[in-house]
């Protein structure tokens, strides 16, 4: 069992940065992919990016290309998502999730999720 906690949402203005983290605890070297994930409100979850627990060239989805950036600290056990250029499109909740394989972009392959942490960017 692989336990998740991200942190790092919050209120920003469009044209606005935030971080997010998620730290992983438990059974963490079955850890293949970590991912992030959004849904909107009245929306189905949607893809956002994923990276290797070993490495390798990390997916994003084509909406947040050139601005958002994935990346792990194996030491610590934790992945960030750094999100530059927000806008009131990226307002969601935004999850944290971990495989075992590379699923990429399909949640339907991720074993364990966090709780999640809003995300809200003003106009």
Same mark, same amino acid.
């Given at each position: 069992q692989v336990q998740l906690v991200e942190s790092g949402g919050g209120l920003v203005q469009a044209g606005g940065?935030?971080?997010l983290s998620c730290t992983a605890s438990g059974r963490t070297?079955?850890?293949?992919?970590?991912?992030?994930?959004r849904q909107a409100p009245g929306k189905e979850r949607e893809f956002v990016a994923a990276?290797?627990?070993a490495g390798g060239t990390p997916y994003y989805v084509d909406a @947040?290309?050139?601005?958002?950036t994935i990346s792990r600290d194996?030491?610590?056990n @934790? @992945?960030?998502?750094?999100?530059?250029s927000l806008n009131p499109e990226d307002t969601a909740v935004y999850y944290c999730a971990a495989q075992t394989g590379w699923g990429g972009g399909a949640?339907?392959?991720y074993d364990s999720w966090g709780q999640g942490t809003q995300v809200t960017v003003s106009s």
């Open positions: 940065s935030l971080r070297f079955s850890i293949y992919t970590m991912g992030w994930f990276i290797s627990w @947040v290309k050139g601005r958002f194996n030491t610590k @934790v @992945v960030y998502l750094q999100m530059n949640a339907h392959e």
